[in-house]
C-alpha cells in the first residue's frame, strides 16, 4: 500500500538532508508544463523554499499550452521563473549540419532531432546552475525528473533528462508520482496531462506501445499479459546500455 | 609491466567484439588535436576499418594548430573527417543568456562558458551518429576518450566529455596511452602534446594542480609525497558525484 504523506515526508527530508550535508543553495529545475516536473518543483519548493528555486521554460518549438501550465507551476509554487528559448539555437544547429552534409533529407533527420532537444534542455539547466552559484554565493544543483517507470524501459535521452545531480522519482511509479502530485496539490490540468515529451507529438503511452501501469505492475511482479510483459521487457533490456557504458579493462 | 602488444590486441578484439554481438557498423569520433581522441581513433581504425569512422572536427573559438592535428590524424588513419563549428551556435548561447539576464558581468559566466563547449560537442557526436545511422543503415556509436587518471579525479563535464556509448582508455594510465599511441604510430607532435582542454588556455596538470603520474601512481598503489597524494584524494572524493546521481528509495 502506498502512503502518499510518508512517502512525500521522506522524500522532502532527503532533499533537506543532501543539501545540509553538501552545503548547497538552490536549485535549477526545468518546467515543461507536465506533471513530474511540477511534482518535483513542488517537492523542492517545500525542501528547500521556493527563493531557492531557478524554474526554467526552454521551448523548443514548443506549444503554447505547455507554456501556461509550466507558469501556473511557478506562480503556485512561488519560485521564479525565465523563459530561456532554444528554438533558434535549435534551428542554428540543424541548418549548420544541412551545410555539412548537403545531401541530408530532413527524413534522415528525424531521430537526430528529437533527441538534441533534451540535450540542449540539459546543458541549460547547468548553464544556469553555474551562473546562479556563482552570483548567489551558493552552490545550485540540478534536479531529475525520471520517474521508475521511465527507468525501467530506458525512456529517456542519454547525456540529456537522465542527467541530473539528485533524483527523487527514480523509485516511484507514474501513478505514485500523480499521487504525490495531488497531495501537493499540483493544479489539476497538469497533474491529469497524459505525459508526452513536448516533441513527437505523440504522448509516451503511444510512442512506447506500453502502458506505465502495466510497467508498475511489472516492476512489482503483478501479474501483466504475456505479450505486454515480453514488450516491457524487450525495452527494458534494449535500453541497458544507456545505464552502464562498457568499458575495457585489462585482465 | 604494461605489455603494449598485448593490450592493444585485446583493445582491438574488444571493440570487434562489441560490434559483433551488437550488430553495430560504425563510429562517430570528436577528433580534438590531442592523444586521447587520436589514440581511440587509431584503435577504432584498425578494429572496425577508417571507413566506418567519421570524425568531427568541433571547433569552438579553437586554436588553429589544434585543427592542423586533428586533420593529420585523420589522414593518418585513413579516415573522413568533418568540420562542424560551434563557434556561432556557443556565441548566440551566451547572447541568449545575457539577454534573460541583463546584469549578468563575463566573469560570473566563466564556468559555465567552459562546460558549455564539452556539452554542445557531446550532443553533436550523438547527433552526427544517429543522422549516420539513419543514413549508412547500420548503427553508430560514440566512443569515449576518457583515461584512467581523468577517471580518477573526475577530470570531465558530466553530460559532457563522460557521456559515451564505450570505453577504451577507461582503465589505462596516460602514460599507457601514449605508450599505445606510439605503438599504433600516432603522429609525433599529437602524441607527445601536453595534454590541455583546449578550453581554458592552461594544461591539464596545470588546472588540477597535480601530474598525471602521480595520479597513476596513487592508482596503483606505488610511493607519492603526501601533500600530492592528499590534493589528488581531495579530487577523487570531491568528484564522486559525478559518477554516481542520488536517489530517493523508499524504506
Not at 515480453?230 to 562498457?246: R, S, Y
Request: aromatic share 10%; proline share 3%.
Amino acid at each position: 500500500m502506498f502512503d502518499v504523506k510518508k512517502t512525500t515526508e521522506e522524500i522532502i527530508k532527503f532533499i533537506r538532508n543532501y543539501y545540509k550535508e553538501n552545503n548547497l543553495k538552490g536549485a535549477v529545475i526545468g518546467i515543461s508544463g507536465g506533471k513530474d516536473s511540477a511534482v518535483v518543483a513542488g517537492l523542492f519548493a517545500r525542501a528547500i523554499g521556493p527563493e531557492n528555486i531557478q524554474g526554467l521554460w526552454m521551448p523548443c518549438h514548443s506549444k503554447e499550452n505547455d507554456k501556461k501550465n509550466a507558469y501556473l507551476v511557478a506562480k503556485h509554487f512561488g519560485f521564479n521563473i525565465k523563459e530561456v528559448d532554444l528554438t533558434n539555437i535549435y534551428d542554428n544547429y540543424v541548418d549548420n549540419i544541412k551545410n555539412i552534409y548537403p545531401n541530408i533529407k530532413d527524413e534522415n533527420l528525424t531521430d537526430a532531432n528529437i533527441n538534441i532537444k533534451p540535450r540542449l534542455r540539459t546543458a541549460t539547466l547547468y548553464y544556469n546552475a553555474a551562473m546562479l552559484s556563482n552570483i548567489k554565493g551558493g552552490t545550485y544543483i540540478v534536479p531529475g525528473t525520471s520517474n521508475a517507470c521511465e527507468l525501467y524501459v530506458g525512456y529517456f535521452t542519454k547525456g540529456g533528462d537522465n542527467v541530473s545531480d539528485i533524483m527523487v522519482l527514480g523509485d516511484l511509479s507514474v501513478r505514485e508520482v500523480i499521487e504525490i502530485g495531488k497531495y501537493i496539490s499540483v493544479p489539476n490540468q497538469v497533474v491529469n496531462k497524459a505525459p508526452d515529451d513536448g516533441l513527437s507529438g505523440l504522448t509516451d503511452e503511444e510512442k512506447l506501445g506500453v502502458k506505465y501501469d502495466d510497467i508498475e505492475n511489472v516492476i512489482k511482479g503483478k501479474y501483466v499479459d504475456n505479450d505486454v510483459k515480453e514488450k516491457i521487457m524487450a525495452l527494458h533490456k534494449i535500453n541497458q546500455h544507456k545505464f552502464k557504458t562498457p568499458m575495457y579493462k585489462r585482465k
